[in-house]
């Protein structure tokens, strides 16, 4: 057997690695090098395996021994000494990883990876309700760790704000980070998803719309009217005839009109759904293009903002050139146009499918959504004509 006095004396490099053996399959391997390791030969199912049990002098001998019995009960436990200090050390390294992987850090990776993938406004909108409302709270928190009530606790005080909707976005998106963290092996479970039932349901709101024939046309009369700026007003005129989303129209570039094929081609990135949108133009739209290019044309944007060409008007834009017209934001919004088009449409007998087709909804029948691929594009263009000239018999208040 060893003492720490033969080790010092007797234990010197030599040429070629030899053993100074202790007891029960422990030795001292003295390296050329001068490098002295204790080692643990023993055997488990059948074959022969070394454990090493640290270095000399950083580890002594009497702590050598220490850990030749704790390997010796494991091998007498039908435990392999080897596998159990990988499983330790695999759990070590996960719980140094579940200290690291905070919701902020997951949350940072998650938008750097879908960032490519979304409109900008919704990028700026997600980085703050995280910045606002996530990371002060649970930001520094192993993703892991977060159960239910932690995350309740947290949207609950958006929710005492009476901001509602943002709580229920909040919620959403937490969900998102938390599928990445499972998708990633960062977390079992999305804890947001045991919250169904226990926030306030946000209640549905309507955008405001004029939709009786009558009022169509004084609205129309009106915006034919109307004396702010030029690109405002041609905005505002094209909104009833186009009905798309405010800020595709507001947003909309002239390299994405085609006056040979009279098509605007809202491409995906700018859509809701993020699938490329065709809008059939027709004469009368086709005439207040042509009217704003000379003004607008040389720029990226038709509808360019009045302080720099770089940017397209503001959201609210045409929502405050309505309330300049003396309609109120529970009369008329600009969203509202897609509301008149849908209903008046629905009225002049046309096929819904068209119509939902070209106000480029979301068919909420999955099944057959994934079959139906049929664009109706010849059905839009003749819907489109005949809308428009229903807007021009509104507007001049003739019989139908």
């Not at 090493?52 to 039908?78: F, I, K, M, S």
């Not at 946000?202 to 702010?228: D, M, N």
């Not at 042509?290 to 834009?317: A, C, W």
């Amino acid at each position: 057997m060893l003492t720490d006095a033969t080790i010092r004396k007797q234990c010197k490099p030599g040429p070629q690695a030899y053993k100074m053996t202790d007891r029960d399959g422990l030795y001292l391997l003295v390296q050329p090098s001068g490098g002295r390791c204790w080692r643990y030969d023993y055997r488990y199912a059948g074959k022969r395996k070394t454990l090493a049990l640290g270095v000399y002098p950083d580890v002594p001998l009497v702590t050598a021994r220490e850990r030749l019995l704790e390997a010796r009960q494991q091998v007498a436990d039908n435990l392999d000494p080897s596998a159990v200090r990988k499983a330790a050390k695999t759990e070590q390294q996960r719980l140094v990883n579940l200290e690291r992987d905070t919701f902020e850090t997951v949350a940072t990776e998650w938008l750097g990876k879908h960032k490519a993938k979304l409109a900008p406004k919704t990028v700026i909108k997600n980085n703050w309700l995280f910045k606002t409302y996530l990371f002060p709270e649970i930001g520094h928190l192993p993703i892991a760790k977060i159960e239910p009530p932690i995350l309740l606790a947290t949207l609950q005080k958006i929710e005492a704000l009476g901001h509602i909707e943002t709580t229920h976005r909040t919620k959403q998106i937490a969900g998102q980070v938390f599928r990445f963290a499972i998708a990633t092996g960062r977390a079992q479970r999305d804890p947001s998803a045991d919250l169904r039932g226990a926030l306030t349901p946000v209640t549905p709101t309507h955008h405001a719309a004029v939709i009786e024939p009558e009022a169509i046309g004084s609205l129309l009369r009106a915006i034919s009217g109307f004396s702010g700026s030029f690109p405002v007003r041609q905005a505002l005129r094209l909104a009833p005839l186009l009905f798309v989303r405010p800020g595709e129209l507001r947003a909309a570039e002239w390299s994405e009109i085609d006056f040979d094929a009279n098509l605007w081609r809202i491409p995906a990135w700018r859509t809701k759904l993020r699938r490329q949108h065709l809008v059939p133009l027709a004469t009368q739209a086709v005439a207040l293009l042509r009217e704003l290019q000379p003004l607008t044309g040389h720029g990226r944007y038709v509808f360019p903002s009045i302080r720099t060409d770089k940017r397209p008007m503001s959201d609210n834009t045409l929502n405050a050139g309505l309330r300049r017209l003396g309609y109120g934001h529970d009369e008329m919004t600009a969203h509202g146009f897609r509301t008149m088009a849908s209903t008046r449409l629905n009225e002049m007998g046309y096929r819904s499918d068209v119509i939902e087709k070209q106000l480029a909804h979301e068919d909420k029948d999955t099944v057959r959504a994934a079959y139906n691929r049929a664009e109706h594009l010849d059905e839009r263009q003749q819907m489109m004509i005949a809308w428009a000239d229903e807007l021009d018999r509104l507007r001049e208040g003739r019989e139908a």
